[in-house]
């Protein structure tokens, strides 16, 4: 991964997020690593518009420009960057930049523009009334993204990636996988390869689910990855639960976004893994993307 983007918002769980993905830099020999921090301006509301008691008086209302949001931000960043300055690999440049832009509708015009291989974000535990409502800034990123996205949660332990785990459907294995990239990631991370599939009394099994097993091991062959079925009826869970028991310290996922409720990693699946997951979480587009 050659040049590698954080998204920070400055919370703990993202400074968290930037210590891991300096550390990255070191196994990954990355060229860059750009610090990003995104801002956006509320407009402000008149006082005459804001409802106020009789026996009180208009309370006074501070909203900052965007110059100050601005000035503000690279203080941050700069700080960041001192931070993470003496993590990262010594030949890796680090860079920090500030923007006013709304994220989820921007990332792929971010990403593309700081020729970004791999985007590094935090996540954090949200309740249900979040999830159900998927109020989450990280997950509308990753559903909006084109480019690999790792999730890194407040929990991850600051390591190597040696175990991967591989969390895959074996369903349109030829139509959906995106190997050149897969393959990209696996050959940057050197890391032991596990191959997981989650079913439930072979509820997705199919006629084409050999085919789609043979046609990924011909794929993953030279990276000699060990194949394993878990049974369980929450895919999230059957993959955490495997990935623990494992001592893995990456999970990949597809994040496909046909049949909403078929496959392993549809849109809510993938969120599902991704609030709970205690490991990092990469997530890669599907091929026909």
Not at 42 to 65: H, N
Not at 180 to 194: I, N, R, S
Request: charged share 20%; glycine share 4%; aromatic share 6%.
């Amino acid at each position: 991964m050659n040049n590698i983007l954080l998204l920070t918002d400055f919370s703990e769980a993202s400074f968290h997020a930037g210590r891991y993905a300096a550390l990255l830099t070191q196994q990954l020999r990355s060229e860059r690593l750009v610090l990003y921090h995104a801002y956006e301006v509320a407009m402000p509301i008149p006082v005459s518009e804001i409802p106020v008691s009789p026996v009180t008086y208009p309370p006074e209302v501070v909203i900052e420009d965007g110059e100050d949001q601005r000035r503000k931000s690279l203080q941050q960043l700069r700080s960041l960057y001192e931070q993470l300055r003496g993590l990262a690999n010594e030949e890796t440049i680090v860079e920090y930049r500030v923007e006013e832009a709304a994220l989820s509708l921007s990332i792929n015009d971010i990403a593309k523009e700081v020729n970004a291989n791999l985007i590094v974000m935090a996540i954090t535990v949200a309740g249900k009334l979040e999830q159900a409502l998927i109020g989450n800034e990280a997950v509308r990123i990753v559903d909006k993204s084109k480019y690999p996205i790792l999730i890194v949660p407040p929990e991850a332990k600051l390591q190597p990636v040696k175990r991967i785990v591989f969390a895959c459907d074996l369903k349109d294995t030829q139509e959906t996988t995106p190997i050149k990239g897969l393959k990209k990631l696996l050959d940057d991370f050197q890391a032991e390869l596990l191959v997981v599939n989650v079913d439930h009394n072979d509820k997705h099994f199919t006629s084409e689910t050999p085919l789609n097993a043979v046609v990924l091991d011909r794929w993953l062959t030279a990276y000699h990855p060990a194949y394993h079925s878990v049974e369980s009826s929450d895919p999230a869970t059957g993959v955490m639960e495997f990935a623990q028991a494992r001592d893995a310290s990456l999970i990949i996922a597809i994040h496909k976004t046909h049949g909403f409720f078929e496959g392993l990693f549809h849109r809510s699946a993938t969120h599902q893994l991704a609030y709970h997951t205690s490991m990092p979480l990469l997530v890669m587009r599907t091929a026909s993307e």
